[in-house]
């Protein structure tokens, strides 16, 4: 399996694209602005689309991919996108995105039969099993109601790949991530050490809180970080670096693949 960073950013700007993976050619795990980048023919091979939350960073490429590939789809009668996500989040997006004034909705067109999107709700803990892929949704305490993701390898005793979403201090996270090996782990330094506050009002991380709970991550696991705020990113990993979390940390790059299996490229 192969996992490639489409978006890791906090924000938007030159060269940034929020947050979205491709998990092979057919599952996206979040939708920000990343999704942009692909062809309309990798837009068309995608059959679920994964959300860890409602935030616009993470959820705005779901109607445009809608009705940029509705057309292709419908042609082929291919089944309507599944979109992942707790029922909160698929609230959301019924009543403040796809509900015709902000966008077509999608769940109903071009047909209600034969529609676009489909809402398929998700709960913390469910183990989902998508065209021989199984993704388990992890818990997340974010500003919203909130999950995260782990891919878990196919290959028997090789580690799981784990995006944790957008998320602050979760001892609930740790607890479940001791139970499986973690080859990667994917989680979120949103703010810098000055603005802990912030961090602390929105369900972010800071450096000095990720520190804290870095004690607790999967020792064999890489740790790779993301949704830096753009201006933030050179104080956020030189604070990560200087705090005592006895491991190494890397920045999150748009265009790193992860090659589950085996070694990152």
């Not at 090789?158 to 991530?177: F, H, I, K, M, S």
């Not at 703010?191 to 990720?210: I, N, Q």
Request: charged share 20%; aromatic share 4%; hydrophobic share 45%.
């Amino acid at each position: 399996m192969k996992i490639q960073v489409l978006g890791c950013s906090g924000s938007i700007g030159r060269d940034n694209r929020t947050t979205s993976f491709l998990l092979d050619h057919d599952i996206l795990i979040d939708a920000g602005t990343g999704v942009g980048d692909l062809t309309l023919d990798a837009l068309e091979k995608i059959d679920h689309i994964l959300l860890t939350h409602s935030h616009l960073d993470h959820v705005l490429s779901v109607p445009l991919l809608a009705d940029s590939v509705m057309r292709r789809r419908q042609a082929r009668r291919a089944a309507p996108i599944q979109v992942h996500a707790l029922p909160e989040t698929l609230e959301v997006l019924r009543e403040d995105l796809l509900n015709n004034r902000l966008w077509p909705d999608f769940t109903r067109l071009p047909t209600p039969e034969r529609p676009a999107l489909q809402l398929v709700p998700v709960q913390v803990g469910q183990q989902l099993q998508l065209a021989g892929r199984h993704i388990e949704v992890l818990p997340a305490l974010h500003a919203v109601p909130a999950c995260g993701f782990a891919v878990h390898a196919a290959s028997p005793g090789r580690g799981a790949w784990v995006y944790t979403g957008d998320t602050g201090p979760n001892p609930a996270l740790w607890e479940r991530l001791a139970q499986f090996p973690v080859e990667h782990l994917i989680i979120e330094t949103a703010f810098s050490e000055a603005e802990r506050h912030v961090a602390a009002e929105s369900g972010h991380h800071c450096p000095g809180t990720l520190a804290e709970e870095l004690r607790l991550a999967p020792p064999g696991a890489s740790v790779h970080i993301t949704h830096i705020k753009p201006g933030e990113i050179d104080a956020v990993m030189q604070a990560l670096r200087a705090l005592p979390t006895g491991r190494a940390v890397m920045e999150l790059m748009r265009g790193d693949v992860f090659e589950l299996d085996g070694a990152r490229t």
